[in-house]
């Protein structure tokens, strides 16, 4: 059998992802590329580990090439931010870089998995093995959440959408039908904190998938540490997009915002024209 590649950055996701690819008997080779994601659990579950930075593109290529690994999957938290913190980068990442008009992280992934492509190294959806992790549409707590809040909800999900068209980010915290933050650089967790503190909680808090969402990288997740982020900032809700973001550790996460009255809802897509 084929090997499959993990490209594993922070989180859990690519520790489920192990999970079900093991138990299906697949050989799996990994390669961690921040050290958070060089988890002793990760290590328990796959065949074959490496711990490469994200910046050393050739390494990881030569890697996976001398694993005759000829499929890849990328999961896990890379944020965009480390390029701009000093870390270091190889001759096959700066040229990569400075072929791009623009660096937002649609550009840089879909370099990276070009990059791939030419090595001769195919990059799959993040939904392999893992499809599961998309919730269904609806309100997924026993809290319902009030018409005020459902307007929000709605409200935030159109404007993530739109900043999300723009490549900008995926989360916007509202308040009351006005937006509080929009993530940028910095990622969902700061936004939601940034967002809490200038609308003095009961905030609403929406993270969908772009309009133009590549499954290969990015697809929107939220798990325990968004809910404890929801829970500093004393949110009133959070809405995402059904059958396009990933609940991590669903059934914790759905009980633990119960315990905390932060309502959950699910929506499709909305069209913003």
């Known amino acids: 059998m084929a090997k499959l590649g993990l490209i594993a950055g922070?989180?859990?996701?690519?520790?489920?992802?192990?999970?079900?690819?093991?138990?299906q008997g697949i050989d799996l080779v990994t390669i961690t590329v921040t050290p958070e994601a060089a988890s002793d659990e990760l290590n328990k579950i796959v065949?074959?580990?490496?711990?490469?930075?994200?910046?050393?593109?050739?390494?990881?290529?030569?890697t996976l090439q001398d694993e005759e690994v000829e499929e890849v999957v990328m999961l896990g938290k890379v944020t965009k931010e480390l390029l701009f913190q000093g870390i270091e980068l190889d001759q096959e990442f700066k040229?990569?870089?400075?072929?791009?008009e623009e660096k937002n992280d649609d550009a840089i992934m879909l370099a990276i998995v070009d990059r791939l492509a030419e090595?001769?190294?195919?990059?799959?959806?993040?939904?392999k093995f893992i499809?599961?992790?998309?919730?269904?549409?609806?309100?997924?707590?026993?809290?319902?959440?009030e018409s005020q809040i459902l307007d929000d909800m709605k409200l935030g999900f159109k404007q993530a959408k739109e900043i999300g068209r723009l490549d900008i980010g995926q989360t916007v915290v509202v308040k009351d039908g006005a937006v509080m933050a929009v993530e940028a650089i910095e990622g969902?967790?700061?936004?939601?904190?940034?967002?809490?503190?200038?609308?003095?909680g009961e905030v609403v808090v929406a993270k969908v998938s772009k309009p133009k969402q590549d499954q290969r990288f990015d697809i929107p997740t939220v798990g325990l540490e968004t809910l404890e982020n929801l829970i500093k900032?004393?949110?009133?809700?959070?809405?995402?997009?059904?059958?396009?973001?990933?609940?991590?550790?669903?059934?914790?996460?759905?009980?633990?915002?119960e315990e905390n009255e932060i309502p959950i809802v699910a929506i499709k897509n909305i069209k913003t024209s």
């Open 10 to 23: 922070n989180g859990n996701l690519p520790v489920l992802f192990a999970q079900a690819a093991t138990a």
């Open 47 to 62: 065949d074959q580990s490496y711990q490469i930075s994200v910046g050393q593109l050739k390494e990881i290529i030569t």
């Open 95 to 100: 040229m990569l870089l400075a072929q791009l």
């Open 119 to 127: 090595a001769g190294i195919k990059v799959s959806d993040q939904t």
């Open 131 to 145: 499809e599961e992790l998309f919730p269904q549409p609806g309100v997924l707590t026993d809290i319902e959440p």
């Open 188 to 200: 969902t967790d700061q936004a939601i904190l940034r967002g809490g503190k200038l609308g003095q």
């Open 233 to 257: 900032v004393d949110a009133a809700g959070l809405v995402i997009e059904a059958g396009e973001t990933f609940i991590v550790n669903q059934e914790e996460f759905i009980k633990r915002a």
